[in-house]
Each structure stands twice: as C-alpha cells, then as structure tokens.
C-alpha cells in the first residue's frame, strides 16, 4: 500500500471530512454507546473559525484519518484519533498521533493530556510511550442492579440529597477540585489539578451537555452548612443509555455512605424514571 500522505486538517475539502464524521458517529453509537453529536458540533464550529489544529490522512481514495490538538502555552491535549474503516489496522492512528506529538513537544506545554478514549484503535500506545508517556488503569464498574439495592443503606443523620442545578457548577467544582486534591499528580489526566480547569470540566459536562443532555434531577448532591460534600452527575449519551460521571465526596466526609446515597439515587432515577436500558448489555457507565 502506497504510504498515506498527511497535511494539515484545514487543507481538507469540508465535504470528505464531514464524511469521516458521519463514520466517526456510526463507530461511537454502536461501539461505545455514545452519541458523537455535541463532540462533531465542536469539531465543526472550530472549522467554521478556523481555530481547530489537527493533521488528516489520505489514501488514494482521498481523506481516510484525521487527529486533532490544542494547546494553550502551558497545556497540551491530544484528541480525536479517527480513521475511516478501509485504513484500519493500517497504523494510520498512530503516523497521525506522531504529528501531533511532534507538534505539541515542540511547543514544549507543561503537561500533556491524552483523551483518546474513543479512538479507532483503542490500543494504541506505541506513539505516547516512546516519548515517556505511562498508562494509568482505567476502573469500570460492573454491577448487578439487585445486588446494588439490597445493600443500600439510610442516609446518615442530618443528611439529604437534593437535585443538582446548573447553578450549582462551580460549588461542584469546589467538590471535585477538593475530592481530587490527594491524586494530583498520580492520575492519567490533569483535568481536576486545578480549580479552573475542575470549572472547566464540568462546563462541559453540564452547560455544553458534551456527555450527552444533563439530568438535573437525577444528578444528586448533598450538603452540610451550605456546601456541597458529596455528589454525582447524570447525563444522557444516547436514549437509554445512562452516563454517571463525577462521583465525588469531600474528604472530611467519607466513610459516611454519601457518595452511596447519591448514586443510589442517581441508579433509581436513571432506571425507572429514565428508562435506562436494564437488561443485557447493561447500558449504564459509571466514571468517577
């Protein structure tokens, strides 16, 4: 096979990479349970603007891949690493993922981020390796409904949960920034080292709805004098699809059973008012 030629993602015809889209869409809903709707609306307004950094690949078909980046000074991300289903197996991903390592090392950011969860090869490792990256574990939770209910437990005393409002974003950031303050430094991601970027993430998640529309009543939190101690957020990746993320609890007030309480609640509220997919596969991701 001739050796794929990469360019710039902003010398690609609009048409061919709206094709990679639509590609990229069919691999997320079927293959991760997830909707690529928000992700591709980003994507396309950044073209629009002409602020989306990236490479694309073409084969003698034309655009078969396509990687994006960005980076502020001080932080490097690497994103999408997509490639149509003709060039897969190819090494394709991971040609782009050089580029775009390249590129960011020249940069020279403090941190460098990798959210390449839902790429086309999801083991892809060669590219980040050889420039020092270390792979943390990811922890996936699998649970049986019945088994989760039965050993529920009442809310400690002088403990309620409520829903969570958009209004409430940046006490959330608060718990989640607190929540993580012992990890720093030992996790996969710099998303939650700081305060702003904790304010950030949860932007998206609850203003931009990237993981899908946000439940307000079924994200839960509860507070002691005022301040969020415990929480957990709900979205809608697809229809019957159920997103938990954010599952936090501020370190004065663990062991208690409040993160319990909320995504017990969160769990109920997903499955009978939601209509969360119950039976196999199990369409629920927990992710805290």
Known sequence: MQAPFVNPIESAPRAHLSRLFDEEA??????????FAPTRKRLEAALDDGVLNGFVASDPHGI????????????????????????????????????????????????????????????????????????????????ERAAWFRARRDNPPGFRSKPTHRTDLRSMARLIYEAHVESHGLDASSSFDTLESCE?????IILDEVCGPFDSYGSRRVEQGGRIVAASLLTWPLPEVAHISEVATTPSHRRLGLARRCITETLTHAFETGQATVSPPLRLTIDG
């Open 64 to 143: 078969c891949a396509y990687a994006t980046y960005a980076s502020d000074g001080e932080h490097g991300i690497v994103g999408s690493l997509f490639a149509a289903p003709r060039c897969r197996t190819l090494g394709i991903e991971a040609l782009l993922a050089r580029h775009v390592l390249d590129r960011l090392f020249m940069e020279e950011p403090r941190v460098i981020d990798c959210q390449t969860l839902f790429s086309s090869d999801p083991g892809l490792t060669e590219p980040f390796t050889v420039r020092g990256f270390v792979s943390a574990k990811r922890l996936y939770m699998t649970l």
């Open 26 to 35: 069919t691999l997320w809903t079927q293959g991760l349970l997830w909707s």
């Open 200 to 204: 950030r993430i949860l932007r998206q």
